[in-house]
């Protein structure tokens, strides 16, 4: 009965253990948005699949993405232009856009 317990209580631990790794390695968007006050929102649209994220105060956002091409829209703060580009994600990657300046 010990052994049974044993085995069983190891197996769980295995299988917690391969999903936390799992979960590590996601592919996501990373860029940033100047002015840095310029974005209402920043969403991520596939298909169906949208995704809205915030800027931080600096301007930088990152988003967690499944691979493939997304479109990225950047919703602007007035005066400023909204902007749209597609990004192709890559599995288990951040992909770095760099800078979009948002113009007006």
């Known amino acids: ?3 049974t317990l044993a085995t069983l209580v190891a197996i769980i631990i295995a299988v917690a253990s391969l999903h936390a790794f799992r979960a590590m390695h996601h592919s996501s968007v990373a860029g940033s948005v100047q002015p840095s006050y310029g974005a209402d929102a920043i969403w991520a ?3 169906h699949d949208s995704l809205r994220v915030y800027s931080s ?3 930088n956002f990152n988003c967690n993405l499944t691979p ?4 990225l829209r950047i919703d602007a703060r007035d005066p400023l ?3 749209d ?4 994600v890559q ?3 951040t992909t770095d856009i ?3 300046n948002l113009r007006r």
């Open 1 to 3: 009965m010990k052994n």
């Open 45 to 47: 649209i596939k298909g």
């Open 57 to 59: 105060e600096n301007g």
């Open 68 to 71: 493939g091409t997304w479109k």
């Open 81 to 83: 232009k909204d902007c």
């Open 85 to 88: 580009m597609e990004v192709q």
């Open 91 to 93: 599995d288990r990657q």
């Open 98 to 100: 760099g800078v979009i």
